[in-house]
């Protein structure tokens, strides 16, 4: 008789932190769960392993102010996707790559699923009482909107799946699908270039862009609204 070894799935592996010291996320650890906004300080760099899967759900996302290495391949792509066990678009944040300090960041093959939530918070402040604060890319909003952690927006801000404030990454091959806002949104003089994507099923435009511009080639940015 010959015995037969099943391999346990892996432990879903939860993530709350601010990362501080060069990181590596490998695909035999994988799914990471991020149950926070998981920040990647400057001058640090995080480093995803092809065929690794990131999952949100809720007031999460991964902000970035460092260096974010998600190079995937084509066989073994990099997911972000929620967390769900019924996905659907808003289910998470994103990703967001803010700063210069962010611009050696290179993504290809990395599918973004879901995301787009607005990540809000409301704060008693003294003095004043009760206030929402949208430290997430608060954009396009109708009161002042500020970019990043500590930003303070109104009613009727927008996210995206891949938000990038002041940076020029690398994005390669990247899928975004199914955002609750923007598919990508660039802003505050962000000049990637972008070959190979698709955006698609965004709530709002495919790409959005504001004192910035993408070189894009090679790409699809279809059945988007707005």
Known sequence: HHAIHLKAPNPRINVCQTITT????????????LTCVVSVSAGVTLTIDPGVV??????????????????GTASQPITFTSANTSPAAG??????????????????????????????????????GNVTFYNWGGWACTANGGGGPGG????????????????????????????NGYGLLLKGGSFPALGGATIQRSAA?????YASMPTI??????SNSG
């Open 22 to 33: 060069n990181t590596e996320w490998t695909l035999s650890n994988s799914p990471y769960v």
């Open 217 to 222: 080639s090679a790409s699809s940015i279809i």
């Open 54 to 71: 990131v999952e949100g759900a809720g007031n999460v996302g991964l902000y970035v102010q460092g260096t974010l290495l998600a190079q």
């Open 205 to 209: 435009t495919g790409v959005a862009v």
């Open 152 to 179: 303070t927006g109104g009613s009727g801000c927008i996210n995206a799946g891949l938000l990038a404030n002041s940076a020029t990454p690398t994005l390669s091959n990247l899928t975004i699908s199914d955002s």
């Open 91 to 128: 289910d998470w944040s994103g990703l967001f790559l803010d700063g210069s300090s962010a611009s050696g960041s290179q993504l290809s093959y990395v599918a973004i699923q879901d995301a787009g939530r607005n990540y809000s918070q409301v704060i008693n402040v003294p003095g004043t």
